[in-house]
């Protein structure tokens, strides 16, 4: 690799410019409609969201009601530590324990609705290609990650996920107090019969995982190790993130009646804000 002579104004301008573009590991593709590999049948102009997300970066984004979003384990270590808000009313946040109460299922897979701490639903997991999720544990620490790894702060080799999502959070005006437990994608934890926790870690290499966004949301993403990653290296890898527009919102046909009051209880905070919409306009 040779390194980009910056050393002067005109020529740090040129090497910006230069990278116009360019599609890296690092940042996401705008517009994402130039993201070279869409996803099958999706018209690229459909898409709103598309980037790369090394382990131990983060990432964040507003997303509309109906956009499906795609998470990708590219090389088999990625740990996706997900959170959401509701973009109109922040303080109404994702509630990892109503999402395993719900539904009565602490295991996340397809069809897991995950749940507001107001009784809505935010997202539902619509397609799942790993099986290897937790909606347990949360995220790591700065001092657990200290601890394991000799270093867990946001520069760090290995960052802590509570200090990448402190950041991602920031950029939405919300601070490290608004942040409630997370759920992870593409690690696996499973309860013994006495309460221990035991991983299972991930399914391997290019599994996915599609969500349903119900009501726009804030979405934070932190890519760092599981808690309870077995490795004592920090070996995560990448993550691919994708998003576009036109999902169907569908109503649970088969959903217990705890899933299908919060998806009405959804469906009616939506409403009201369009009609809200409509008389002000």
Not at 102 to 123: I, K
Not at 139 to 149: E, P
Not at 188 to 209: K, M, P
Request: proline fraction near 6%.
């Amino acid at each position: 690799m040779t390194s980009a002579d910056t050393s002067t104004t005109t020529a740090a301008k040129e090497h910006a410019r230069s990278q116009a573009g360019a599609i890296t590991d690092s940042m996401p593709v705008v517009p994402a409609s130039a993201w070279p590999t869409l996803p099958s049948g999706i018209d690229p102009a459909r898409l709103t969201w598309a980037e790369t997300v090394p382990g131990g970066r983060y990432t964040t984004k507003v997303l509309a009601r109906g956009t499906r979003l795609r998470l990708r384990d590219l090389d088999g270590r990625a740990c996706a530590h997900l959170l959401l808000y509701r973009a109109d009313a922040p303080w109404e946040r994702l509630n990892v324990a109503d999402t395993v109460k719900v539904p009565w299922q602490a295991y996340t897979g397809a069809g897991h609705p995950l749940l507001s701490d107001q009784g809505r639903v935010l997202a539902t997991v619509v397609s799942d290609g790993s099986g290897r999720h937790d909606a347990l544990c949360g995220t790591t620490s700065l001092a657990s990650n200290t601890a394991k790894y000799g270093d867990g702060s946001l520069h760090s080799a290995s960052p802590a996920g509570r200090e990448l999502l402190t950041v991602a959070a920031a950029k939405h005006g919300l601070a490290r107090r608004d942040l409630p437990p997370s759920l992870s994608f593409f690690h696996g934890v499973r309860v013994g019969e006495d309460g221990s926790l035991r991983s299972i870690g991930s399914a391997g290499a290019d599994t996915a995982v599609d969500l349903v966004i119900h009501l726009p949301v804030i979405v934070l993403i932190a890519n760092t190790a599981h808690p309870l990653d077995p490795s004592p290296t920090y070996d995560t890898t990448a993550l691919e993130v994708l998003a576009w527009s036109g999902a169907d919102v569908a109503e649970p046909v088969d959903g217990d009646p705890e899933y299908r009051r919060a998806f009405l209880n959804t469906e009616d905070v939506w409403a009201a804000a369009q009609f809200q919409g409509r008389e002000l306009a």
